[in-house]
């Protein structure tokens, strides 16, 4: 569901596109999955959607993108664009002090992208990386902005505050929802960092540089594919994207398995 944030951006930045969304209900959550396991799973979404005759694909998970963004730009015939290289650069260009908090999943945090990509741009940055078990499933669940969720923010954001970073990046696509609660818990004086807009821009402009974009005249569509429950999906999904879902289509997990047997 969390990537439903980041479409959302793109559908307002390229409005004459036409985008598929699959969605892993059937698997998630990815967070708490060791990388190899992910890095399958993304790898058979990935074939799956390259099966659908796309231009580009966006990994539009921050786990996933930790997991196998490099494995499957090399494996696949068309760009593959990640979600984690555009908030490494927006961290470092924000912070004044070069002490910047990670907010994100296990298997994010685990796989160190973000640190390497921060570094490869200042040596000098500080990273505080903390792993946020609990935020997805309480975001997903009936309360997303209830007294346990902001217990649970208050708690990972401990270690940041001890550490005075000014800077904290959002790194998981789910956490821009709950962002009242977190800008609350950090203050205006802590930057929050979720690159959805920096990431469509991206898209922009690799569609642009290989000249495949669409007659910016033209209005794009966009549907909606998932593993899991189809109605469960329309109803949870629509509080993630914004906007009005319609039909949402089922594939079995034996058709994602099968795109890399």
């Keep these: 569901m969390g990537g439903l944030t980041v479409l959302h951006e793109c559908l307002v930045t390229l409005p004459h596109e036409d985008f598929v969304y699959l969605g892993d209900a059937a698997r998630l959550p990815y967070g708490p999955r060791p990388l190899p396991e992910i890095r399958r799973f993304s790898r058979e979404i990935a074939r799956f959607l390259a099966g659908e005759d796309v231009k580009l694909i966006l990994v539009a998970c921050n786990a996933a993108t930790s997991a196998a963004l490099p494995d499957l730009q090399e494996e696949l015939p068309v760009p ?45 940055v500080d ?43 959002l790194g998981c696509t789910h956490y821009p929802l709950i962002r009242p609660i977190l800008q609350r818990e950090f203050g205006r004086g802590v930057t929050l960092v979720f690159s959805a807009e920096e990431t469509a821009r991206e898209i922009a402009e690799t569609l642009a540089r290989k000249g495949i974009e669409n007659d910016p005249a033209r209005r794009g569509s966009y549907r909606f594919v998932t593993t899991g429950a189809p109605e469960a999906f329309r109803a949870m999904g629509a509080r993630f994207l914004q906007l009005p879902i319609a039909e949402v289509e089922r594939v079995e997990l034996a058709r994602l398995e099968a795109a890399v047997a």
């Design 80 to 124: 593959v664009v990640g979600v984690i290289a555009p908030e490494a650069h927006a961290a470092v260009q924000a912070t004044r002090n070069r002490r910047v908090g990670l907010l994100a999943t296990e298997a994010t945090v685990a796989a160190g992208r973000y640190e390497r990509l921060i570094h490869a741009l200042d040596a000098g």
């Design 127 to 169: 990273v505080v990386p903390v792993a946020c078990p609990r935020l997805v499933p309480l975001i997903e669940g009936d309360d997303p902005f209830g007294r346990e969720t902001v217990a649970a923010v208050r708690e990972y954001a401990a270690p940041l505050h001890a550490e005075s970073v000014d800077t904290v990046i």
